[in-house]
């Protein structure tokens, strides 16, 4: 059973950073992780995927440079490092887990085990 536990979303101002946290349970390295955000009124979008394993992550083009996802698998975990953060980037963020068939999709409706979500709020 995939448990994820999200936790260090919070308010920032512009041209700040935070780090985002997800604690992983019941995974293997076959399956991929990511972090999606959804805004306000918005659908959900994937921000940045990765394989539990071993793989190049992909970005989403609004947070290439900004954003790095990186895993330990010491202690299970996901991270997502924001810099550069700008009022755009405000969104409940998730992170999610799928197993992996052939590759590690973007989209949120391919993946079934979510996190409860964490906030991040930018302010000019």
């Known amino acids: 059973h995939v448990q994820l536990v999200e936790s260090g979303g919070g308010s920032v101002q512009a041209g700040g950073s935070l780090k985002l946290s997800c604690a992983l349970r019941?995974?293997?390295?076959?399956?991929?992780i990511g972090w999606f955000r959804q805004a306000p009124g918005k659908e959900r979008e994937g921000v940045a995927i990765t394989t539990a394993g071993s793989g190049s992550p992909s970005y989403a083009d609004s947070v290439k440079g900004r954003f790095t996802i990186s895993t330990d698998n010491a202690t299970n975990t996901l991270y997502l490092h924001m810099n550069s953060l700008k009022p755009e980037d405000t969104a409940m963020y998730y992170c999610a887990a799928k197993y992996r068939l052939f590759f590690c999709p973007s989209r949120q409706q391919e993946y079934k085990h979510w996190g409860q979500g964490t906030q991040v709020t930018v302010s000019t």
């Open positions: 019941g995974y293997t390295d076959e399956y991929c």
